[in-house]
């Protein structure tokens, strides 16, 4: 299996402009998990879904992030505006459910 | 909800000496403890868990202990290597069915 696949892989925007990060999870896997990760506050956990659906959103630090997961093999995660302060490495998982979590090899962020 | 505490924050051994990486949780309810390895520029990646049914876990150098009365687990790396060397990841897995709670962190330097 290729596992969790994720893209871009480093992204450089400026303030302001909308960031879509993308995400293939393992096949067969139906759980997925987006994590953020900074020096500061370490690995957070996002939001996460089950057979597509959203379970926990309680982890999205504002409006501005949005995830959706339109089938079992895809999902993004959307900043719309975004700020410097959103520059971090951001992670995607897969597992089954209350299983094993795998990730990906991160998307790394930086906001101008 | 859960918090879980790792130490510590960092770790320096001689190769071929052991490495112990001790982590509390607060959530009782909790039931599985993975551990992870990070390696610069990639994900983490699992190396080992255990359950909660289950007091020890080994799988060559690497062992995972779990102690459900004082709600702690430790990983213990045996025979460490310099290719040990990465950041090294607790977490556990409480009542919010499917989210992990992640520690700070480890890093974990072993000199030849």
């Known amino acids: 299996d290729a596992g969790v696949i994720q893209s871009p892989r480093h992204e450089v925007t400026e303030m302001g402009q909308e960031v879509t990060l993308r995400c293939k999870p393992i096949?067969?896997?139906?759980?997925l998990f987006w994590y953020r990760q900074t020096m500061m506050r370490g690995l957070e956990l996002l939001i996460y879904?089950?057979?597509?659906?959203?379970?926990?959103d309680s982890g999205m630090p504002e409006d501005r992030f949005s995830a959706k997961m339109p089938n079992a093999s895809f999902s993004t995660l959307k900043i719309q505006p975004s700020e410097p302060r959103d520059s971090a490495v951001y992670f995607c998982?897969?597992?089954?459910?209350?299983?094993?979590?795998?990730f990906g090899p991160g998307t790394r962020l930086l906001v101008l | 909800g859960e918090n879980v505490e790792q130490h510590p924050s960092t770790l320096s051994v001689q190769e071929g000496d052991s490495a112990v990486i001790k982590c509390t949780y607060s959530d009782s309810a909790s039931n599985y403890f993975p551990w992870y390895k990070q390696e610069l520029g990639k994900g983490p990646q699992l190396i080992i868990d255990?359950?909660?049914?289950?007091g020890e876990k080994k799988d060559q150098r690497i062992a995972v202990t779990l102690n459900k009365t004082a709600k702690h687990f430790s990983l213990h790396i045996t025979e460490t290597q310099p290719e040990d060397s990465a950041v090294y990841f607790c977490?556990?897995?409480?009542?919010?069915?499917?989210?992990?709670?992640f520690g700070q962190g480890t890093i974990l330097t072993v000199h030849p």
């Open positions: 879904f089950n057979n597509n659906v959203p379970i926990d």
């Open positions: 255990i359950r909660s049914n289950v």
């Open positions: 977490a556990a897995r409480g009542t919010s069915y499917g989210k992990l709670t």
């Open positions: 998982a897969s597992g089954e459910w209350m299983e094993t979590q795998y």
């Open positions: 096949s067969g896997h139906n759980s």
